[in-house]
């Protein structure tokens, strides 16, 4: 990896970073609930973004240049498993159990769906 791909991925982490913040408050701020939905619409965007920039790359139309920088950096800084697992812990805590459910595996479903739906559209254009 040349020393410019390396500086461009970290500062691509650091946009994922601050779009994960902006998108999580923007959702937080018109919907309440006890549900993590910030959290479930960054993965399950995140995923099909992912999966659309590998389906690019797949047909050559994207360099691995450009997806170590947009897949690892920018979506590696926007998505957030670790999160998820903690507010799924944290919905199991205060037994909520259909919420807890619901975000530790409906949402890993939907995120891998959307997953294999972005690389599918990224394969055929």
Known sequence: MSPGVFVALCLAGGVGAAMRFVVDGLVRSRVRSPFPW??????????????????????ALLTPQWVLVLGTGLMGGYTTF????????RLIQEREWVMAFSNGILVLVATVAVGFGGLWL???L
């Open 38 to 59: 910030g959290t479930a619409v960054i993965n399950v965007s995140g995923s099909f973004i992912l999966g659309f920039l590998t389906g690019l790359a797949a047909s």
């Open 82 to 89: 670790s999160t998820a697992s903690i507010e799924t812990v």
């Open 122 to 124: 990224g394969s055929v």
